[in-house]
């Protein structure tokens, strides 16, 4: 008999004599209602004001015409660049390239965002090199692609997984050296979120009609 | 500071530490104190009693289906091209390691923080087979460096303070004496990220494996995780065979309550959902993903109709962070990887009774740890599960059993307990007392209450109560 099979019927074995539980159900992120007279964070609004709790920056634009502009303008401060797999050719800066382990500067694309924890879903398709060596990674994302909780999140990327998702919810940091809080330790010690507004959903990074 | 290896040693061991290194109540007693009030400010953001149940629900769910569900995710990680291995044993778990070593000739590993493989002893394991094994969380590396294990669940290395992380960076970095934490992390982001890009092996464990897409998840925050499981050519992650949900969907709600419980956080900064090796199309990710299903002793407690329900722990050590008797010694004194209250009550299946004595006594039964667990495990309750097992099985120390037999005696005896109840009333506590086993320890910072001087019985038959 197999590992397997000798680790399973112990298994059974323990669990037969035992009353089954029911799964209780979706998770549902339950919370106490917001202060009277304040509404629910819209989810952009929400994602906004966790990435940025967790060490982030975040910029919104318009469309991809501003997207284009924003990133002339900040990319003008550094000396190399990598770019995900997916960032549409319009939003990759104009910088010498570099391999993701030398790059000043990483670009990519997320899939989709998400609210309630102020992620951005990371597909592996985009490149998992670029998304993690680069000392300051920026993220664009479609306003259209946040979502306001993370099941709705990964409900949504189940139907078409890579070998692997990352979420990213903020830079690198650690507090391991004496509980003091310090970024960048091995990924992206600056990560900057942009949601672009207008453009189309289920087609990141097309250029606005 | 040589740690223990044995949780038998534990009293000695937290004699030592308070003794010989009273910095470490210092360092831990900080550190708990904060990840336990960023626990309260989480907690209070959300209605937690409703997340507790859910988290509980769903692990009891799964553990109550658990071969459905290991099935399941053994099918779906295949299909998606990983290699599923079951290991019953920390023997049987290395073998898989020694093979992928010979086969792919593996030199160099890089590992994320993982307790499991600490329970397993990986790191021992690659040395003897050759390999240089680097352990890349900024804490794990502190104290591999030191070559000491872990001493807490979350923050390995919460009983160093900074300056002891000054002096080690000094040594083997050549860090300024005086650096601060940044440089000292900067120092040790560049010594890691070239063993990142030579590395041949990546290892992890698992904090939930998704049946239903086959998919690790991995919470983090420093991203040393991330890129152990994306940068080399192979991937081995060793998951226990407790840690499997039914859905993806579900790894949305443990993400959060662990996050929250843990450090206080919505999310860890850095999440990983694993579903395999690099498929056609993707620019990077390693070549071969190897998921180690391991037992180890877990079937033991989950036959045991009491304590299988800490195998529900989902490792965010809040009751590590909450319990007075860690927080005095951190979690070298229990002497072996599972410290704190979580540790004492898993203990005796995975390593067995009498190994693991006297770890549930290291606890008052105060219940803080049941109050701040997110799986909502009965941990003072099976505490005096394992303590009534002990005295079943003679493991009770001695001095508990001598007692609790003279005061049964007493008990059965009317005139017996009457004398001993007078004798008690007449001892010198304030001049004797601190010599007595148990009470005398108790005594060393107290002052005892004076006794009545009527008995309660007395009293009562002369009908004054």
Redesign the interface.
């Known amino acids: 008999m197999?590992?397997?099979e000798?680790?399973?019927d112990?298994?059974?074995?323990?669990?037969g004599r035992?009353?089954?539980?029911?799964?209780?159900g979706?998770?549902?992120?339950?919370?106490?209602p917001p202060p009277a007279g304040e509404a629910e964070p819209a989810p952009v609004e929400a994602f906004r004001r966790?990435f940025e709790a967790?060490?982030g920056e975040v910029a919104r634009v318009a469309d991809d015409r501003e997207a284009v502009a924003w990133l002339a303008e900040f990319a003008s401060s550094f000396a190399t660049a990598t770019a995900g797999?997916t960032v549409p050719e319009s939003l990759r800066p104009a910088l010498p390239g570099a391999p993701p382990?030398e790059a000043a500067l990483g670009v990519s694309m997320a899939r989709a965002a998400v609210g309630?924890?102020?992620?951005l879903v990371m597909d592996?398709?985009d490149?998992?090199?670029a998304?993690?060596?680069v000392p300051t990674h920026v993220v664009f994302v479609q306003e259209a692609h946040v979502f306001a909780?993370?099941?709705d999140?990964?409900?949504d990327v189940?139907a078409d997984?890579?070998?692997?998702?990352?979420?990213?919810?903020?830079?690198?940091?650690?507090?391991?050296?004496?509980?003091?809080m310090?970024k960048?330790?091995?990924?992206?010690g600056r990560v900057v979120a942009v949601l672009i507004a207008g453009s189309p959903p289920g087609n990141p990074g097309s250029p606005p009609r | 500071m040589t740690a223990p290896t044995r949780p038998n040693d534990y009293r000695a061991a937290s004699v030592a530490t308070l003794r010989d290194h009273p910095g470490v109540r210092d360092s831990v007693g900080s550190a708990t104190r904060t990840f336990d009030a960023h626990r309260r400010q989480a907690f209070s953001q959300i209605e937690p009693e409703a997340w507790r149940d859910w988290a509980r629900d769903v692990k009891s769910h799964a553990l109550t289906h658990l071969d459905r569900y290991l099935e399941e995710a053994e099918k779906r990680l295949t299909a998606n091209g990983a290699r599923v291995h079951w290991a019953e044993s920390a023997d049987e778990a290395l073998a898989v390691l020694t093979e992928i070593v010979g086969r792919r000739s593996v030199r160099t590993a890089v590992k994320g923080k993982s307790m499991l493989t600490e329970e397993l002893h990986v790191n021992p394991h690659l040395e003897r087979l050759g390999v240089h094994v680097r352990e890349t969380d900024l804490g794990e590396y502190i104290i591999q460096l030191l070559g000491e294990p872990p001493s807490h669940i979350v923050g390995p290395a919460i009983h160093k303070s900074i300056d002891d992380c000054r002096r080690l960076f000094h040594r083997e970095l050549g860090t300024a004496p005086d650096a601060e934490p940044d440089a000292l992390a900067a120092a040790a982001r560049e010594a890691l990220r070239a063993e990142f890009l030579a590395a041949d092996l990546g290892i992890s464990g698992g904090n939930f494996l998704a049946a239903d897409t086959g998919t690790v998840a991995l919470i983090e925050n420093e991203g040393n995780i991330r890129l152990s499981t994306s940068l080399p050519r192979v991937h081995v992650a060793f998951v226990g065979i407790e840690k499997v949900v039914p859905r993806l969907e579900d790894v949305s709600g443990f993400l959060q309550i662990t996050a929250r419980a843990a450090t206080g956080q919505p999310i860890g900064n850095f999440v990983s959902l694993l579903q395999g090796p690099r498929r056609g199309g993707e620019v990077d990710g390693p070549e071969e993903v190897h998921v180690v299903l391991v037992d180890n002793g877990r079937t033991e407690l989950l036959a045991d109709d009491a304590a299988w329900e800490a195998l529900r722990c989902v490792r965010c050590g809040a009751c590590l962070n909450i319990c007075p008797v860690y927080r005095q010694t951190g979690g070298h004194a229990y002497g072996w990887t599972y410290s704190g209250p979580i540790g004492a009550i898993i203990a005796p299946a995975l390593l067995g009774l009498e190994e693991a004595m006297p770890l549930p006594y290291a606890s008052s039964l105060c219940g803080a740890c049941a109050d701040v667990c997110p799986v909502r495990i009965p941990i003072p309750e099976l505490l005096v599960h394992w303590r009534e097992k002990a005295v079943e099985a003679g493991l009770a120390p001695l001095t508990e059993t001598a007692a609790l037999k003279a005061f049964t005696l007493a008990a059965e005896h009317p005139e017996l307990y009457r004398t001993g109840s007078a004798l008690l009333r007449w001892t010198p506590w304030k001049l004797g007392g601190r010599a007595l086993p148990v009470l005398g320890g108790w005594m060393q910072e107290r002052e005892p209450p004076e006794p009545s001087a009527r008995a309660f019985r007395d009293a009562w038959k002369d009908g004054l109560v």
């Open positions: 197999s590992a397997r000798r680790i399973l112990r298994v059974r074995a323990a669990i035992r009353d089954t539980i029911d799964h209780p979706d998770f549902e992120g339950w919370r106490p966790l967790a060490g797999a382990d309630e924890t102020g992620s592996a398709r490149g998992r090199r998304q993690l060596l909780t993370l099941r999140a990964l409900r189940r997984l890579p070998s692997a998702i990352g979420l990213h919810s903020g830079p690198s940091k650690s507090a391991d050296i004496g509980q003091i310090v960048g330790v091995h990924g992206p």
